[in-house]
């Protein structure tokens, strides 16, 4: 067992979000500030964060890598919608590893939009950890980590699965995945 920390729909640099979720932020500047500090206070420098993707909405690739580069952890990302960075991009600015939509990984998918019971079957999952829809938590199997759902910061979760998986295995996912090489 091992835990680890999940998160989802930050939408740094989408400043519109915080008026579309009624997020309590003056500002997208107060918002990436505030956000990196709660991420910083819940995770330490040893721990893996899963981040189930929408981390950003726009901004360039020096914002990206600053912003990456402040947040403690050993970061894997599902990309969501709203990552219009290339997944090679996201490993570039300091992801540790990216997966493109989804990562099935023993009896977990992790992914940013929920996926259906049929996928959940089919590639032997029981759990789905997901983002994506804000405000909506749907119940067992699907759990939703996105920040207006969690409290915007990252929080601890038990899985049945241990840091070496987490850190090297490929599991089920789509064709781009993409590991830094530490």
């Known amino acids: 067992m091992t835990t680890i920390k999940a998160i989802s729909d930050n939408h740094f640099f989408h400043e519109n979000i915080i008026r579309y979720c009624n997020r ?3 500002s997208n500047d107060d918002m990436t500030e505030q956000m990196i500090r709660m991420w910083n206070e819940s995770v330490e420098p040893t721990d893996i964060v899963v981040h189930m993707g929408d981390f950003v909405c726009g901004g360039s690739f ?18 969501g919608n709203h990552d219009g960075h290339s997944v090679t991009r996201f490993r570039r600015a300091g992801f540790d590893r990216v997966f493109k939509h989804r990562w099935s990984l023993g009896m977990y998918t992790f992914s940013h939009r929920f ?6 079957e089919e590639v032997g999952s029981r759990y789905n950890l997901h983002g994506h829809t804000h405000k909506h938590q749907y119940g067992d199997p699907y759990f939703s980590f996105c920040v207006d759902v969690i409290g915007y910061n990252p929080v601890p979760v038990k899985v049945d699965l241990t840091e ?19």
């Open 24 to 26: 309590p932020f003056q």
């Open 62 to 79: 020096s914002r990206l890598k600053e912003v990456v580069d402040q947040l403690n952890g050993y970061k894997i990302l599902i990309t």
């Open 115 to 120: 996926q259906t019971k049929e996928y959940l």
């Open 164 to 182: 070496e998986q987490l850190k090297n295995e490929s599991g089920i996912s789509t064709p781009e995945i993409y590991t830094r090489v530490i």
